[in-house]
């Protein structure tokens, strides 16, 4: 295991994409478990999707902030790919602690809109580098542990399961794939060239209560209260890791904590204090399986009537081009180096979707 080298308490932590899905419940967690932490969190509050979960996250964490009032929490609304702003909160907050969450995700809207991708994953994320490389100016401490987000879908369409970050993950199979990768490769430069420690966590498909609704089990909800058919790729079967945010989260916290060491080679140069992480469930679901229990956690939480004709809403449909029949994590490395392992059921985990959706929904 790795000793935690980062103690949180009285740090100033920057965490981007604040308002979205793991952004905000980063924050919370910080700040329901952190004694005085400051927290700056800057998000560009993009419609990508609906702005009014975001808002509704941000009012989650100023209330968790008003119970919490040793620490403190600044919201900024603006563009990781504006370098001015950037270096402005940079330099005023002198963060220890860079949590990079703010991206454009999603693998079908980087072919309509393949700029937006351009924008925040690479020059947004090329930002936050040449900040970091600069916090060091004039013998400052500087940033001490850079953390970002990656994603599974660098591994493309390969066939080895479970995906392990020692397989090869150079044939990336969409836009923000290779912007996810981009922002591993630009991490390891920097990482080299400024001994700036760095941590990427590839994060396999995440779901929760205000979640994103562009992702599959948040998309069939809605569909079906819209009385929509869902179409089920590869007929059902399809075996994926659903990770539940919470335990994405604690997988944050545990990694933030601990930086990977800085040493010296046997040229007497440093060698790059870079790491990557999978954080999945490894524990692939059927997609029918899913679909399934996301039903009967509807009926429960009175999203959906108890008689709902789920057989006449549903169309098992051949594999899309390009699909993976079966894809989980191998997350030997997380375990052994911050004995975690996410954990959170599927039933628990669908059910406190279901319980949120009809409270933001329908309870209104
Ligand atoms: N949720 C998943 O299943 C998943 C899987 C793999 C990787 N990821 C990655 O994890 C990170 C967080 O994902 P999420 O699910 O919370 O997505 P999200 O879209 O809910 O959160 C991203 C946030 O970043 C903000 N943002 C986008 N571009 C920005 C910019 N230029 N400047 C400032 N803010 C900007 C958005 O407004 C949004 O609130 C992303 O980097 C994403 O690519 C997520």
Request: glycine share 6%; proline share 5%.
């Amino acid at each position: 295991m790795k000793n935690s080298n980062i103690k949180l308490k009285n740090k100033t932590v920057l965490v981007t994409g604040s308002s979205g899905f793991i952004g905000a419940n980063l924050v919370l967690e910080l700040l329901r478990t952190q004694q005085s932490i400051k927290i700056i969190g800057i998000d560009n509050m993009n419609d990508y999707y609906d702005v009014s979960i975001k808002k509704y996250r941000l009012k989650q964490i100023e209330k968790a902030v008003a119970e919490h009032p040793e620490s403190s929490w600044k919201f900024i609304k603006g563009s990781i790919a504006d370098k001015a702003l950037i270096n402005e909160i940079f330099e005023t907050y002198k963060p220890s602690v860079v949590v990079n969450l703010a991206a454009q995700a999603g693998v079908r809207y980087s072919i309509t809109n393949p700029d937006v991708y351009i924008e925040s994953n690479l020059i947004g994320f090329y930002n936050i580098l040449e900040a970091c490389r600069h916090s060091y100016d004039n013998g400052q401490t500087g940033v001490e542990h850079l953390v970002y987000a990656s994603s599974s879908s660098v591994y493309g369409s390969n066939k080895k399961v479970p995906y392990s970050t020692e397989d090869k993950v150079d044939n990336p199979v969409s836009l923000y794939a290779a912007t996810k990768k981009s922002n591993e490769l630009l991490a390891h430069a920097y990482s080299k060239l400024y001994n700036i420690p760095s941590t990427g966590l590839r994060f396999f498909t995440v779901y929760g209560p205000a979640g994103r609704p562009d992702m599959a089990y948040f998309g069939f909800t809605n569909k079906l209260r819209n009385n929509e058919t869902i179409y089920i790729f590869n007929y059902g079967n399809c075996k994926r890791d659903f990770t539940y945010v919470d335990d994405i989260v604690e997988g944050i916290k545990r990694v933030m904590q601990a930086t990977p060491e800085k040493k010296l080679g046997e040229d007497g140069l440093p060698i790059p204090p870079y790491a990557v992480y999978n954080i999945g469930n490894n524990h692939p679901e059927n997609l029918l399986e899913f679909v399934d229990i996301l039903q009967q956690e509807l009926i429960r939480a009175k999203v959906l009537p108890e008689d709902y004709d789920f057989e006449s809403h549903k169309k098992l449909v051949p594999m899309q081009l390009g699909d993976v029949p079966v894809t989980y994590a191998d997350t030997s490395a997380l375990e052994a180096d911050f004995g975690f392992k996410p954990s959170t059921s599927l039933r628990e985990g669908l059910r406190k979707f279901a319980e949120w959706y009809r409270e933001f929904y329908l309870d209104k």
